[in-house]
């Protein structure tokens, strides 16, 4: 088993629609947990980032971990075009000690006007 | 303004010839890292530097070396590259992680092709 899993879509979705992006894991010690936005051609750059679990929201998108299921979640409401991209998550198990990042592979999401 | 920087954008080259990717950041981050991105196999991290003089091993670092004598600079070596090293490579730079923020820049990645 792969230590994070991500369905690479593709998905495509309507202007205006709630967009839920999901990521499994299987390293329970994973503390950190980030999402990036990568459009085509430039990288990525950091959307959200999470210190254990709970929600957080920032505008239009509200990251959520559920540490006793290994599932995180990234939901966009009200998307727009501009929000086509692919989406990555990645997971940390310790900032103190080392900076070790695994991602997963993306999910490509396409918002149509 | 906030920069990862690295150089060359593009590069072909030849199996077996030295090369160095560099990587200059300009926001006094701590950590730095090389990730490189192949389809299919999303982003890998290659190496990551946490000071000065400390660097560790990420899940990719077979093939690469790297070194962090000053803070802004994190340059990647490929002593002797193959054909299983073309990719598009990112460096990025990033406060440590920690409970309440964390700041992370990408720089715009260069596509190796090596023949």
């Known amino acids: 088993q792969k230590e994070v899993e991500q369905d690479p879509g593709p998905l495509s979705v309507p202007e205006g629609a709630i967009v839920s992006l999901n990521c499994t894991y299987s390293?329970?010690?994973?503390?950190?947990f980030m999402w990036y936005r990568q459009y085509s051609r430039k990288g990525p750059e950091l959307l959200m980032y999470?210190?254990?679990?709970g929600n957080k929201e920032d505008g239009r998108f509200t990251a959520q971990v559920d540490k006793s299921s290994k599932y995180i979640s990234l939901f966009i409401r009200d998307s727009q075009p501009s929000d086509s991209a692919t989406y990555l998550c990645?997971?940390?198990?310790?900032?103190?000690?080392?900076?070790?990042?695994?991602f997963g592979k993306g999910t490509l999401l396409t918002v149509n006007p | 303004e906030a920069q990862v920087t690295q150089n060359p954008r593009y590069l072909i080259t030849v199996t077996g010839k030295k090369l160095t990717v560099t990587c200059s950041q300009n926001?006094?981050?701590?950590?730095m890292s090389w990730y490189r991105q192949d389809p299919g196999l999303g982003l890998r991290q290659i190496y990551y530097?946490?000071?000065?003089?400390?660097?560790d091993k990420g899940d990719v670092p077979e093939g690469y070396k790297v070194s962090r004598k000053e803070k802004r600079n994190f340059p990647l070596i490929l002593e002797s590259p193959s054909p299983n090293q073309t990719s598009l490579y990112f460096c990025?730079?990033?406060?440590?992680?920690?409970?309440?923020?964390?700041?992370?820049?990408f720089g715009a990645g260069t596509r190796l092709s090596v023949l």
């Open positions: 999470t210190y254990s679990s």
């Open positions: 390293n329970s010690a994973f503390q950190y």
């Open positions: 926001m006094n981050h701590e950590y």
């Open positions: 990025a730079s990033s406060t440590p992680l920690g409970r309440a923020k964390n700041i992370q820049y």
């Open positions: 990645a997971m940390s198990v310790s900032g103190g000690s080392n900076y070790k990042l695994t």
């Open positions: 530097s946490m000071n000065v003089e400390v660097t």
